[in-house]
């Protein structure tokens, strides 16, 4: 493949250049066994880009991917952006009314689904509009595999010249609170934040990452995947995560990217020890918090610490504690090159160690949001700084504390309660296994604080005691008026608790 000009600028091309002198070595490691070079790599997605072009796709088309993992699945991801076209990832979880209003609200050229749910897929797609509709499956099988097979690599179709804005993906937010957001991702966004995640992670040639996480989302599909890439390195590809395969795969590889719960169900393996980890260098935490408990827990038995970094979908990658240096629990770490953060209350920055509002700035930050400007102008202040929507603060070394987000911070008689505070003192408290403060309506104070918990099997909690316990730890407006004990918290596709259900149950 060749590149110039403003190919350059296509997010496929950064890729191509990270990998142009090994296409002879290993890129995908399958569960299967499959192994699959970057050279063929690299002509697969060729044949995807020729597949979009027979079918009309013209640059700045969407085209949605409900499918499940698979090296296939990633290639069409490569293929649809090395084409131009704008990459709608859907989480293969979603059922027919989801997926009917991600169609209609984005108007994909192609959409492609699942063998197995061919019936209601199809109908929600030409009900959507989408003009062609296909199908791939877990095992490369279906008609969209069926087109590449016979696509032409069309003289190693080159990256279509894009400039660093033009929109090279649409990721729909999680959906914690209300109707999921189009988050429009740019090339220059993609890319930049993959070199500088490159950088300060210290990915080289010696490396091989575990790549255990979902590819619909920004984690595995875009961090992972293209830290790996743009350095030309083998991944590790689990199509789900089984923590006693990865488990297995950890002697084999040097970085593990995850979710919290991936840690805490490594620490379930009797055999997670220094020796089963002594060929790693980096096991990195993110999309959801990572409790002290875990990250105590897995450098006790491991010998490693774990890196936490601080990301989002319309962002990627905004702070990280550092590869070399102090990795401080409880803190997302520093601000990475070239992104900007600050921490604001009532429109003005706020001095170290004082909470206020998140927000970024910097070549990673989001273009805006699909068919929202009424979005756009909530979401950006009139500086250009993007709101993140999350509650933080600088310690004196620099490094970025999360204490919340703001839709989920609790306003009691007037005082701000910052959940994590109270969350991080209940599960201290033996049996309890994790924890989620929320405000309920109250026609006095507002908001009164209300804990919910999830316990050890065969465990009782003393509520009373438990609230008396609490009230010499805390202000008499952050205690808990009630506490509710339920089998396990909500949670989005990436770990997310869903603190909006919560209310909605127990208001």
Known sequence: MQTAGRSDANMYAALFAGFADRLDHRCIIDATGEVITYGEVD?????????????????????????????????????VVRAGAVFLPLNPAYRADEVAYFLHDAEPAVAIGRPTDRGWFDNVAADAGVRHVHHLGCDGDGSWAELIAIASADDDAPPIPTAPDDLATIVYTSGTTGRSKGAMLSHRNLISNGRALQQIWRF??????????????????YIATHTAMLTGIPMLFHRTFDSAAVLASLSKA??????PT???RLLGESSLDTAACGAMRLFISGSAPLSADTFREFSTRTGHTILERYGMTETGMNTS????????????GLPL???????????????????????????NVLRGYWRRPDKDAEEFTADGWFKTGDVGMFDDDGYLELVGRSKDLVISGGYNVYPK????????????????IIGLAHPDFGEVVTAVLVIEPGTEIDTAALIAHLKTR???????????????????????????LLRDRFS
């Not at 080289?204 to 599909?221: C, K, M, Q, S, T």
């Not at 504690?321 to 997302?332: M, S, Y």
């Not at 008026?481 to 997310?496: F, Q, S, Y």
């Open 43 to 79: 002509r697969r997605s060729a044949q995807v880009a020729s597949a979009l072009r027979s079918l009309g796709v013209d640059q700045g088309d969407r085209v949605a991917l409900h499918a499940d993992k698979s090296p296939e699945a990633l290639i069409t991801y490569l293929g």
């Open 204 to 221: 080289d040639l010696n490396d091989v990452l575990i790549h255990a996480l979902p590819i619909f989302h920004v984690h595995g599909l």
């Open 254 to 259: 040097t970085v593990l990217m995850g979710v």
């Open 262 to 264: 991936m840690y805490t």
């Open 321 to 332: 504690n550092p590869c070399d240096g102090e990795r401080k629990a409880g803190t997302v």
């Open 337 to 363: 090159p070239g992104v900007s953060v600050r921490v604001t209350h009532d429109g003005k920055v706020v001095a170290t160690g004082e909470v206020g509002d998140v927000q970024v700035r910097g070549p």
């Open 421 to 436: 505070e109270i969350e991080l003192l209940l599960d201290e408290v033996p049996g309890v296994i994790e924890s989620a």
């Open 474 to 500: 805390l202000a008499s407006f952050k205690v808990p008026k009630t506490i509710h004990v339920i089998d396990e918290l909500p949670r989005n596709a990436m770990g997310k608790v869903r603190k909006n």
